[in-house]
């Protein structure tokens, strides 16, 4: 599909161009709460200036999006048919579409002001799901693709935790006898990567769910829906969703970078280095296996588990109380604001 193939759809149907407007609105959202943890550690421990380290956020997330996708599709694949819209219109599906998105962007918003990084992925699941049970209940629910969000949950917070602190511990014990300020300039240039590689694994997790959004209404409207399960995202899509992204993080992304990389625990270079490792490796098993998870709650344990290699007490429970808090409300929160829009929308446009 050709980016002027895609323009004449918008034109000829103002109401897709409506859901690809929000949509794109959820995207920059997440450039504010999710992509900013990718270059978070990066920052605070002052290897990149902010500006530069966005710019580099912005590239690698094309690529990761770009590069995954040719790999597997597989999470796009889980968030276009987690959920059934049964045999209603293309129009009626396009309106659930709508008022999911704006939903996620009333819940994420909210998180953003108060500083805590929520997560945009399951807040976008949880969109998507309350705004399909609108229109046709729990049986709107595929729960066989539901569970693998369940699954990515634990094995993100098992994979962030344990990797960063094994990584973190083996840096502790290799470098124990080393000259500690002889070791800075390596410890700069590998966080460095390491933060390009959390972006890349960025675009590659939170990329393809966007995109599926996108290609979802598109498919919807050509009569396919959710059954489309093999697909291929264009090339022009996924430099519009890096864009859209990196100006998020440009907006609003410093109130995220300090609370996940200065508030929660006070990182040094070997630390965001550790972080940042785990963190990459972590996501290219979810993204290998098309479990949905979220970078913020990956990148997050990935901290937690660094700071533990010192000592527990090295983490600020107070942060990481607030951010447990938000994930769990995420999912009823924002499930039951995208219900009860839907409800209205449908009220009023259907």
């Known amino acids: 599909m050709g980016i002027l193939d895609f323009l004449n759809q918008m034109t000829a149907n103002p109401l897709l161009f ?141 994979l962030g935790f344990g990797l960063a602190w094994v990584i973190g511990k083996l840096v502790t014990m290799i470098c124990y006898k080393m000259n500690r300020p002889r070791t800075e300039p390596f410890f700069k240039g590998a966080q460095i990567v390491g933060a390009a590689g959390m972006a890349f694994m960025h675009g590659a997790q939170d990329g393809q769910k966007f995109m599926g959004i996108i290609l979802l209404c598109v498919f919807t409207l050509q009569g396919t829906g959710a059954a489309a399960t093999s697909f291929e995202i264009p090339t022009w899509l996924m430099i519009v969703c890096s864009l859209v992204m990196a100006a998020g993080t440009a907006m609003g992304g410093k109130k995220i970078i300090k609370s996940v990389g200065m508030d929660m625990v006070k990182l040094e270079k070997y630390q965001g280095f550790s972080a940042d490792i785990a963190s990459s490796l972590s996501l290219v098993f979810c993204s290998v296996f098309g479990l949905p998870v979220s970078t913020t709650h990956v990148k997050t344990t990935a901290i937690m588990g660094v700071g533990a290699v010192k000592r527990i007490s090295a983490i600020n429970f107070g942060v990481v109380k607030e951010m447990v808090l938000t994930w769990i409300l995420t999912f009823p929160g924002c499930g039951v604001l995208a219900f009860l829009v839907t409800k209205l929308f449908l009220a009023i446009f259907n």
């Open 18 to 158: 409506v859901a690809v407007t929000l949509t794109l609105g959820v995207i920059l959202v997440n450039g504010w709460t999710d992509a900013p943890n990718a270059i978070a550690t990066c920052v605070v421990t002052r290897c990149m200036p902010p500006r530069a380290a966005i710019l580099m956020a912005a590239v690698f997330n094309f690529l990761g999006v770009f590069v995954m996708t040719k790999i597997s599709n597989e999470v796009a694949v889980t968030i276009t048919s987690m959920v059934n819209f049964g045999e209603n219109s293309g129009r009626t599906v396009i309106i659930v579409l709508c008022a999911a998105m704006l939903a996620i962007v009333a819940w994420a918003t909210l998180a953003w002001v108060f500083g805590i990084p929520t997560s945009e992925s399951h807040a976008l699941i949880a969109g998507l799901t309350g705004g399909a049970m609108a229109l046709n209940g729990l049986g709107a629910v595929v729960w066989s693709q539901w569970v693998k969000v369940i699954y990515g949950i634990f094995i993100s917070v098992v």
